[in-house]
């Protein structure tokens, strides 16, 4: 029996491909649990058409974090932080603050997960940081790190 997975099954097949199963397997275990649907041709359509959506929007979001790279490439955000006497700071400055400056100054939204801070930042100066916005597309930022 030909049927359309709805959901990766372990050891059958991945979501969205049409594979040819037994039918004791088919009706007993993937179309009970509704893991698989019977693959007539309306639902080979609806498959590849999700696909094909599924694609567009991975190409389209590659297109806008390339664009967001070109303009985050070499920009430069002030970050202000609270200093001790000997010029370290009183604790790191994160993904979370970079990501806020990044808001604020350049008003670009960049998720604080995706800045790869190599060291913590504890002491005053200027420091290069990578972001990370999509598969292979990555920009450099200056963080300038001022005593409040």
């Known amino acids: 029996?030909?049927?359309?997975?709805?959901?990766?099954?372990?050891?059958?097949?991945?979501k969205?491909?049409?594979i040819e199963?037994?039918?004791?397997?088919?009706?007993?275990?993937?179309?009970?649990h509704k893991l698989a649907t019977p693959a007539d041709a309306q639902a080979v359509n609806a498959?590849?058409?999700?696909k094909s959506a599924a694609a567009h929007r991975k190409f389209q979001?590659?297109?806008?974090a390339r664009d967001m790279a070109k303009q985050l490439e070499?920009?430069?955000?002030?970050?202000?932080?609270?200093?001790?006497?000997?010029?370290?700071l009183f604790g790191a400055i994160t993904g979370k603050e970079i990501a806020a400056a990044l808001l604020e100054q350049k008003k670009l939204e960049v998720d604080k997960?995706?800045?790869?801070?190599?060291?913590?930042?504890r002491a005053l100066g200027e420091y290069t940081v990578r972001v990370s916005l999509y598969?292979?597309?990555?920009?450099?930022?200056?963080?300038?790190?001022?005593?409040c």
Do not use: C, W, Y
């Open 74 to 88: 070499g920009a430069a955000v002030t970050v202000k932080a609270k200093v001790g006497e000997n010029g370290h």
């Open 135 to 147: 598969e292979n597309t990555f920009a450099n930022v200056k963080v300038i790190v001022e005593k």
């Open 61 to 64: 979001a590659g297109v806008a």
């Open 113 to 121: 997960k995706k800045i790869a801070l190599v060291d913590p930042i």
């Open 21 to 32: 199963v037994s039918d004791g397997f088919a009706r007993n275990f993937l179309l009970p």
């Open 1 to 14: 029996m030909k049927v359309l997975l709805e959901q990766d099954v372990k050891g059958t097949g991945k």
């Open 47 to 50: 498959a590849s058409i999700q």
């Open 16 to 18: 969205g491909e049409v």
